[in-house]
Nanobody, 122 residues
């Protein structure tokens, strides 16, 4: 059974940093793109970042460019999201996901984690 588990969320002040991790099990995802999405209360789940299977291509939402960095370690079957310069508007539940070729849309991903809460205080 495939399982993705996020960790690293928490409460941080504006300008702080957090590093999210997502560990996958039950299947090797070295041939899959991996990504991060987030969802604030009452809002849609939106794209944050994605990384290609070889790690050569990375794409970010405009709102996080220059602040967030996505990376992966295929040996560990994991994907990470380093978040710097956090803002209150970054507050959301963050989800990792994997899909055959990634993309910016939820429908392009096959597996999802349960999410980890990130709260940024003013």
């Amino acid at each position: 059974q495939v399982q993705l588990v996020e960790s690293g969320g928490g409460v941080v002040q504006t300008g702080g940093s957090l590093r999210l991790s997502c560990a996958a099990s039950g299947r090797t995802f070295s041939s899959y793109a991996m990504g991060w999405f987030r969802q604030a209360p009452g809002k849609e789940r939106t794209f944050v970042a994605t990384i290609s299977r070889d790690g050569d291509n990375k794409y970010y939402a405009e709102s996080v460019k220059g602040r967030f960095t996505i990376s992966r370690d295929n040996a560990k079957n994991s994907v990470y999201l380093q978040m710097n310069g956090l803002k209150p508007e970054d507050t959301a539940v963050y989800y990792c996901a994997v899909g055959p070729w990634g993309g910016f849309h939820r429908g392009e991903y096959d597996y999802w984690g349960q999410g980890t809460q990130v709260t940024v205080s003013s």
